[in-house]
Every structure is written in structure tokens, then in C-alpha cells.
């Protein structure tokens, strides 16, 4: 397997999505824990039609606009777009739209395919917002128990 810098992938990944292209990558981290984790494999397409709160998003961020992350869309105030990995508790924000590159579709782990555009994954991605900061406080309650077996 070959591994490629990430700031080298993905000027090609931007492109393709503005080309109105799905892409693949593999996820990197643990931000987006308990529903993505690293190594698995998301799909990505390009974002249409205006993100909902609960689409994970792939944005361009940074001071220079040079890091990029999959974090999950928590509140929209007129055209400012907040965000927000699963397992932290910082929102990031505000970003304008043309800094929101793309929108998970598929997240493949071992095997398992989670749909994040319909369906139950989604319905769990806005529950998890919705139970904010209890679902990130529960979540390190489970890391640790795990971490002490």
C-alpha cells in the first residue's frame, strides 16, 4: 500500500469534487469517534445542494485555509457553517460555503458500510448533536472503562 501526504492528495481530491466527482479516502484520527474512527474509508461527494446540520463535511480550515477535516455540521447561522468532530467539544466556525469541499455519503470500516446521507447513521449524527456535551462526556466515560479492562 502507498501512502500519500495529505496536503499533496488533496488538491486532487478538491478537484475532483469540484469536477462533480465521488471520492474515497481513508480516514485519519479519532475526531469523529464514535462514528468514524481511523482507517476506515469514507466516500465523499460534492456538495450540491445546501449541507444540513448532521451531514459530515469535509472542510478546508486552518489560519491559512491549508488543514482540512471531516467533522460533522452543528449550526448554521445564515451563510456561516459551524462544526464539530463527534468526540470533541470546540465547535469550529464560522466557515463560508465555498470552504465546505464535499459531504460523506459512506463510511466502510471492516466490512461494515455506514450510510451518513439517509437512514439511521444520520438520525444518530443529529441525536448525537443534539445531546451535546452529555454524548462527548459519555464517550470518554467508555474510553476509560475500555482503557481499564
Not at 32 to 52: A, D, T, Y
Not at 128 to 147: E, K, Q, Y
Amino acid at each position: 500500500m502507498m501512502k500519500v501526504c495529505a496536503l499533496d492528495l488533496m488538491p486532487i481530491i478538491c478537484s475532483a469534487l469540484k469536477r462533480g466527482q465521488c471520492v474515497r479516502m481513508t480516514v485519519t484520527g479519532g475526531s469523529m469517534r464514535p462514528f468514524m474512527q481511523g482507517g476506515g474509508i469514507v466516500e465523499l461527494e460534492p456538495i450540491g445542494s445546501k449541507p444540513l446540520v448532521g451531514d459530515v463535511l469535509l472542510v478546508r480550515t486552518g489560519s491559512g485555509r491549508d488543514r482540512y477535516v471531516l467533522h460533522r455540521l452543528v449550526r448554521v447561522e445564515g451563510e456561516n457553517l459551524f462544526i464539530r468532530g463527534d468526540a470533541q467539544e470546540r465547535c469550529e466556525g464560522p466557515f463560508a460555503r465555498p470552504e465546505v469541499l464535499g459531504r460523506v455519503v459512506m463510511y466502510r470500516l471492516n466490512g461494515r458500510i455506514r450510510r451518513f446521507d439517509s437512514g439511521l447513521w444520520h438520525l444518530l449524527g443529529r441525536a448525537w448533536i443534539a445531546c451535546f456535551p452529555l454524548s462527548v462526556w459519555l464517550l470518554r466515560i467508555a474510553v476509560t472503562i475500555r482503557g481499564a479492562q
